[in-house]
């Protein structure tokens, strides 16, 4: 720093969190400076100014058509105040959502440490698992892996560093998501263990329950009667309870439960049961399966919220709000 911006009494300044700010301001992608932001930036080297009797680290920007540019230099004042920067930054996170008209969780523009889950690591499974009969054959459950996909780029976009195991499906990994993809329970179940320690935990994947005793190495062929050959299942491990369980158990644990008949009631038994925080209950009796909507009902030990029927994208993004307010809880 330049003698002149240095001196006795001097308070030590945050000119990379400011700079952040600048940068937000002036990016070209954004369009034209927001007026909001660039006062809470004036406000913020203003004051900053006041605290000591030096200068305040100040990036030159041409002045506001119809306003004013930085301030540069301000009396000495003692008053106590609040921490500028602060007072800035949440300016600044406020006005954009206003500016986007959305939740803040998807602006645009915003530095990535100011994110609600910046430096949070979560666990998310999506996606069926299939149980090999024989090299051409298998046991799944039915599921797209739109719901858990959607969850991941959700979570993502608040700023987590994000894990997704998907079991096989047909879409494309979500951007900014650690991709690790699996095929049998076993597998997700290793590759969820291997992901710890985490933060929290979606269990979104449709894992099939039962898997055959023994896989034919060659394709089974259909006997001349055409009788059903004998088939021995037995059970897959429970991701969810065991993670529930687990040593390292991330602090929140959430699983899904598709059900067809009394969805609350059965996802009330699942999460006294498996040991979990949150169930995210959906009702799967209609056109949910593949679809890009779903109607879902956030189940704790103490609430149920029934959520509308919303698309996939907007399920996700709510419950990535609800994830951030409890960790930051």
């Not at 400011?18 to 006062?39: C, K, N, V, W, Y």
């Not at 004998?230 to 529930?244: F, G, H, Q, W």
Request: with cysteine.
């Amino acid at each position: 720093m330049a003698e002149a911006e240095s001196g006795t009494g001097r308070l030590s300044e945050p000119p990379a969190i400011l700079a952040a700010i600048e940068a937000a301001l002036t990016d070209p992608e954004h369009g034209a400076p927001d007026a909001a932001l660039e006062d809470a930036l004036d406000a913020a080297i203003a004051a900053q100014a006041e605290e000591g009797e030096g200068r305040p680290f100040a990036p030159h920007r041409a002045p506001r058509k119809g306003g004013s540019s930085f301030t540069e230099g301000a009396p000495h004042n003692a008053d106590h105040r609040a921490d500028p920067t602060e007072a800035a930054l949440s300016t600044f996170s406020a006005s954009k959502a206003v500016e986007a008209d959305v939740a803040p969780h998807s602006l645009r523009g915003t530095a990535p440490g100011l994110l609600p889950l910046s430096g949070k690591h979560v666990l998310v499974t999506s996606g069926p698992t299939h149980e090999p009969l024989d090299p051409v054959r298998y046991i799944a459950n039915r599921s797209s892996g739109k719901q858990g996909h959607a969850i991941a780029a959700a979570l993502a976009a608040l700023g987590a560093r994000v894990t997704l195991v998907s079991g096989p499906v047909t879409l494309a990994d979500p951007a900014g998501v650690a991709v690790r993809p699996v095929e049998t329970a076993r597998e997700m179940l290793a590759a969820c263990e291997a992901a710890l320690p985490a933060d929290a935990a979606v269990f979104a994947a449709a894992v099939a329950d039962w898997r055959p005793a023994e896989v034919a190495g060659q394709k089974m062929k259909k006997p001349a009667d055409d009788a059903a050959p004998p088939m021995a299942l037995v059970p897959n491990p429970d991701i969810l309870a065991t993670l529930s369980r687990h040593p390292m158990r991330p602090g929140l644990v959430i699983g899904f439960a598709a059900e067809t008949e009394r969805v609350v009631e059965h996802a009330r038994a699942k999460l006294a049961r498996k040991g979990c925080d949150w169930i995210v209950a959906n009702d799967v009796s209609g056109d949910v399966m593949g679809g890009a909507e779903n109607s879902v009902h956030l189940v704790t030990s103490y609430s149920v919220e029934d959520w509308p029927r919303l698309p996939k994208a907007e399920v996700a993004a709510r419950l990535a709000d609800r994830i951030a307010e409890t960790l930051h809880a």
